[in-house]
Structures are given as C-alpha cells and as structure tokens.
C-alpha cells in the first residue's frame, strides 16, 4: 500500500497499538457502546516555534474513510495470545468494522497554539478509541515537518527552497510524508518523484557528484548532460573546484539556467560564482545552494549578501533535526450516557486535559491580523467578531465535500501566515499570541474538578 493511497487499496486496521484493540475488545465484551469525543492537540509549543502548522488532514480522512479489518487481520488477532479469552462475537464486528463518525477540523495550513484541538472526532467509543495511534503518528509528523518547512521559508526571504531531503529520511514513506507536508509549510517543490507524482507537487532535481566522476573531465559531463537535457540543466560544479568547474561550463558557450554549489564555503563561492557566470554574459543563471542547510544557516547566507537564488534543504527539514519529534495528544474529552453528557478530564500534573466538546475562533483587527484566539465549548456562541477554525469535515464516516487541493492549502497557509504578529514568526525566542479558555468552558473546567475532587 502506498503512502497517499485512497479507501480501495487501504490496510491500515493493524497499523496501531495493540492496547487499541483490546481495549476495542473490552469495550466490546462489556457491551460499551455510548458515543465519545476525542480531541487531539499539542500541550505546548515546540522550541523556537511560536506556531504550528496544521497538516495532514487530508491523509487523516482516507484512513478512516478505508478503515476496515480484512480476514488476515482478524486471523491475526485471534492468534494472538491477548485475545485467547475474547468473546468470538467480536471478531464478528471487526469483519464488518467501518468508521461511522463526525470530525470536526482545521484546515491543512492552519496556524495554531497549544491547547487547541485541530481534529476533534465524535464516534461510538471503539471506533472513537481505536484511530487514537494512527491518527497521532500521522499528524504529530505532518505537523512537525509542515512547522519546519514554514521556518525554512520564512528564513529564505522570497528566495526559493526545494526539498531534498527523501535520501535522509527515516524511510521512504518518511520522505514522501515530509515531502507533502514540507509543501504546505510553504518549499515550492521536492525531489521525491513518487510525491510529486501522486501530490501534484512540482518535482526539481540536478544531478550527483557521480556523474561529473563518470567522465575523465568536466566539460564532457556538463556538455553530455546538456545534450540530453537541453532545458532543464543545472550544472553541479564543485565536484572538484567550483569555481574551476564554472569556468569550464562557460567556456562549452551552452545555455545555462542554474548551477548548484553542495561544498565549501557557500556565500564566498557563490559571489565568485556570479562573478564568472555574469562576466560570461549568463546573468540570468540562477545560483542553486545545498549541503546540510537550516534556517539558522540560510537567515546567515542572506544577511551576508550571498547572490542565492534557490535553497535545497535535506535532512534538516524531512527530520526536523532541531527538534524532531511532536508530544501531539488525543484525549477523550466527553461520551454520551444514556442521553446525557458526562465530561472528561485528566487532572494529573503536567498533563491536565481539558473536559469538553470544543470549538476555536479567532478574533481579527481590522487590517486582519490575529488578535487572539478563544477556546470554547462547541455549542456556545462564538465571541463578536470570532471566525471558528473546526470546521465538520466528515459526517457519519462520509467526507462531505471535496478536499481541496494540496496547492490550495499551501497558498492558504502561506496567507494565514501573513496575519501573524512579525514576533511570532521569528526564528529565535519567538513570542506566541494570546490564546484564552471562554467563560463558559472555565466554568466547566471548574464543576468537573470539584466533582472530580468529591469521587477522591
């Protein structure tokens, strides 16, 4: 199965944890069925970040629109020792196992803060409990990327960054995985082919080291690439000096839209570089740079005035090599028991949860800059002039409108990202908006601690 594949050739049902399935099989012996919410968020921000990204709802959904047990899986089951005891009826169930749900989320490009849910899912509880691991693993790590990529761009100042980072990622899959998200977070493009095929991502490439090595000179490897390539060459010339190397790509008098540097001091190189391209009359030649970038070192590369027209940046983007993993938490937050709403809350230190069905909504100055967002409860009315971010994408596990395009959502986010204070979008020490609890979800949060407190 592939990464992006759609519900017909989905096999997803074993791809979780097994205490998922046996607390699927417990609630199912106990004859548990009621309806749960559960939302998923991030407790803090990560370092350095004064947002996060919103993405991979799009993947989210067509896992649970193709989420279904096949007989392998259940025969796997039922050889496991865990399930020895387990009524048989259950593996009935998982037979004819499909999603049912309501979700409820924000759209892929979404800035977002700590304590705010960007998927709540409302569904009978094993349905509910069982897409916890999956869902977490997919989002925490389009997250993660999405948030990353954003700083990359942010640091390259309108100039151009690739993704090239599939050869360093944790696996193939990873890499087409970072590749989408990266797109979001704002890169124009991936060297991943298989992403860009199946995303509609645009696909950039050069060529390796490799090939000026399989030729006994420069020239005939620059020329012999052109031949094949005439329109879309860029020339790697420091294989072994790069300035040397650009010499001899000028002197073969053939068109050349980029050359790449991947060694070396990069800002110094690439101002000789431009020298000897534009004293060569190829003004026009972009100058591509790689070789282990951030956005620490591109933020550099420009305040030095480096003439860098393209940033490819590999493994410490698709790992997020500063910070690479994402706390993301799904926690339940209220069922439904016998036609009452009974809230949730873990009260334990440090990773308090807050109880009920919860709705975001932004508020806006005039020039339409974020102000503040108010996290509330999902049925109260929103705040004046607050824009609610959850919106109801899936109804009774059917999707309920087209998703749009992953071009769609990069240009939103790269929109949203422009109403964000400039403090918040810095590279270090960043200062977060305000984000506060409504009146009516305090209140809340205050009568299920002290009945919480009385069951003690």
Not at 117 to 135: C, D, G, H, N, S
Not at 383 to 412: F, W
């Amino acid at each position: 199965m592939g990464v992006f594949d759609t519900k017909p050739h989905r096999n997803d049902a074993l791809r979780t944890d097994l205490y998922q399935l046996t607390m699927a099989a417990a609630y199912y012996c106990q004859g548990m069925c009621h309806t749960s919410t559960f939302e998923l968020f991030s407790r803090k921000l990560l370092p350095d970040r004064g947002y996060h990204v919103a993405a991979g709802l799009e993947l989210a959904l067509r896992y649970l629109e193709g989420l279904k047990f096949s007989a392998r899986d259940i025969d796997a089951l039922r050889r496991h020792p865990s399930f020895g005891k387990v009524d048989a009826g259950f593996f009935d169930y998982l037979a004819d196992f499909r999603f049912t749900g309501d979700v409820w989320a924000m759209p892929e490009g979404t800035p977002y803060f700590p304590g705010e849910p960007i998927i709540r899912v409302t569904a009978p509880v094993i349905e509910a409990q069982l897409v916890e691991t999956y869902l977490l693993s997919l989002m925490n790590f389009q997250v993660l990327i999405a948030t990353k990529a954003a700083r990359v761009v942010e640091a390259a100042q309108g100039r151009d960054v690739v993704d090239f980072g599939t050869r360093r990622a944790h696996g193939p899959q990873a890499g087409e995985l970072a590749a989408r998200a990266a797109y979001i977070g704002g890169v124009m493009g991936t060297s991943n082919v298989e992403a860009g095929t199946a995303m509609n991502i645009p696909v950039y490439g050069t060529y390796a080291h490799s090939w000026v090595m399989a030729f006994d000179n420069e020239e005939d490897a620059f020329r012999k690439y052109y031949e094949v390539f005439p329109e879309s060459s860029t020339h790697l010339i420091d294989t072994y000096d790069p300035i040397r190397g650009t010499e001899k790509l000028v002197r073969l008098g053939i068109p050349i839209g980029a050359v790449r540097i991947d060694s070396g001091d990069l800002a110094e190189n690439a101002r000789q570089i431009r020298k000897v391209l534009d004293g060569a009359g190829y003004t026009d030649a972009k100058i591509v740079v790689s070789s282990d970038l951030n956005e620490y070192k591109i933020r550099d590369l420009i305040a030095s005035k480096a003439p860098i027209d393209i940033f490819g940046v590999g493994t410490q983007l698709v790992t997020s090599y500063d910070v690479p993993a994402l706390g993301g938490v799904y926690k339940l937050v209220e069922q439904e028991e016998g036609g009452d709403i009974v809230y949730r809350m873990k009260s334990s230190k440090s990773k308090m949860s807050v109880p009920g069905s919860k709705q975001v909504w932004r508020c806006r100055d005039k020039a339409g800059n974020i102000t503040e967002d108010v996290i509330g409860l999902s049925d109260e009315a929103a705040p004046q002039g607050g824009e609610g971010l959850l919106e109801r994408v899936l109804a009774d596990g059917v999707r309920l409108s087209e998703p749009p395009s992953l071009k769609e959502s990069r240009e939103y986010f790269l929109l949203q990202q422009q109403s964000l204070s400039p403090s918040t979008r810095k590279l270090t020490e960043p200062t977060s908006i305000t984000t506060r609890h409504s009146r009516a979800l305090l209140d809340l949060v205050e009568r299920v601690t002290k009945k919480q407190a009385q069951r003690r």
